[in-house]
């Protein structure tokens, strides 16, 4: 309970979020400063400069790109979808670039129908994030398993579960934390965009893992046709665990 406690008091702390994204956008700013700087004094074409100043422009372009997912107007428009669908489509648009890191998704859907209230374009945000963690995570290829199926009368839950590397322990109370990446290139935005965008679905998000064996992620969401109606117990909370 505290847990939860204080990851919900951390995850409202707009200030401290401010700040971090300032800091992360300065550093990559003063490295594209010092070369252009060098480039004005000695007059010289450095290609090998240019390039690391592209790829210091592409990382604040994905990091302004992650937060402006949270910048939309917070009264978001709530439709009624079948969750089933919403998921359909992110496969499809997931599935080339899977193929080519030989992925294979196993599709095991219910076949009842799982209603929810959801901003649509939020939620495939939240699946595309899972899912590109997952193939991430797979370098080798393999199976990622998405299964969607009632947990009872009023939830759905999706669960992501992949072959990939695994979080070690220590990780797993981090993840969610803004910048918090282990990956080189990682912005460390996608997991804490996405309990953001779960918890104003009134859902939770559980992430379990083992190293060497892989990682599954448990989305829960309110069944019905009612936004901003809690599922049973459930409550506005957010979890990782
Ligand atoms: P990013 O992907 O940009 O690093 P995320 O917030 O999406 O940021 O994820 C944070 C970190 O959590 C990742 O860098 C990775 O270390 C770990 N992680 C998340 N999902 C998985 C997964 N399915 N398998 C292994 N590690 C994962
Ligand atoms: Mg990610």
């Given at each position: 309970?505290?847990?939860?406690?204080?990851?919900?008091?951390?995850?409202?702390?707009?200030?401290?979020?401010?700040?971090?994204v300032?800091?992360e956008?300065?550093?990559?700013?003063?490295?594209?400063?010092?070369?252009?700087?060098?480039?004005?004094?000695?007059?010289?074409?450095?290609?090998?400069?240019?390039?690391?100043?592209?790829?210091?422009?592409?990382?604040?372009n994905l990091i302004v790109g992650e937060f402006l997912i949270l910048a939309?107007?917070?009264?978001?428009?709530?439709?009624?979808?079948?969750?089933?669908?919403?998921?359909?489509?992110?496969?499809?648009?997931?599935?080339?670039?899977?193929?080519?890191?030989?992925?294979?998704?196993?599709?095991?859907?219910?076949?009842?129908?799982?209603?929810?209230?959801?901003?649509?374009?939020?939620?495939?945000q939240?699946?595309?994030n899972?899912?590109?963690?997952?193939?991430?995570?797979?370098?080798?290829?393999?199976?990622?398993?998405?299964?969607?199926?009632?947990?009872?009368?009023?939830?759905?839950?999706?669960?992501?579960?992949?072959?990939?590397?695994?979080?070690?322990?220590?990780?797993?109370?981090?993840?969610?934390?803004p910048f918090?990446?282990?990956?080189?290139?990682?912005t460390g935005l996608g997991?804490m965009v996405s309990?953001?965008?779960?918890?104003?679905?009134?859902?939770?998000?559980?992430?379990?893992?083992?190293?060497?064996?892989?990682?599954?992620?448990?989305?829960?969401?309110?069944?019905?046709?009612?936004?901003?109606?809690?599922?049973?117990?459930?409550?506005?909370?957010?979890?990782?665990?």
């Amino acid at each position: 309970m505290e847990e939860l406690l204080r990851r919900s008091e951390k995850l409202t702390t707009v200030g401290q979020l401010a700040a971090g994204v300032a800091h992360e956008i300065r550093n990559p700013l003063t490295t594209l400063r010092g070369f252009l700087q060098l480039q004005q004094e000695t007059g010289k074409h450095n290609s090998r400069h240019i390039d690391i100043m592209l790829s210091e422009l592409d990382r604040i372009n994905l990091i302004v790109g992650e937060f402006l997912i949270l910048a939309k107007p917070q009264a978001t428009r709530f439709e009624t979808k079948d969750v089933r669908y919403v998921f359909g489509d992110v496969i499809s648009l997931l599935d080339s670039q899977a193929h080519l890191c030989d992925i294979m998704f196993k599709i095991d859907f219910t076949t009842d129908t799982c209603i929810i209230a959801c901003e649509e374009n939020q939620l495939k945000q939240v699946f595309i994030n899972v899912l590109k963690n997952a193939i991430e995570a797979m370098p080798e290829g393999g199976e990622i398993t998405i299964r969607i199926a009632r947990a009872d009368a009023r939830n759905v839950t999706v669960t992501i579960i992949d072959q990939g590397i695994g979080i070690p322990e220590e990780m797993i109370p981090k993840l969610g934390d803004p910048f918090f990446t282990g990956k080189e290139t990682g912005t460390g935005l996608g997991l804490m965009v996405s309990q953001r965008i779960i918890q104003s679905h009134h859902g939770a998000l559980d992430i379990a893992s083992a190293v060497g064996i892989g990682t599954t992620v448990t989305i829960t969401l309110p069944l019905g046709e009612q936004p901003n109606v809690p599922g049973e117990g459930e409550g506005s909370h957010n979890r990782v665990q």
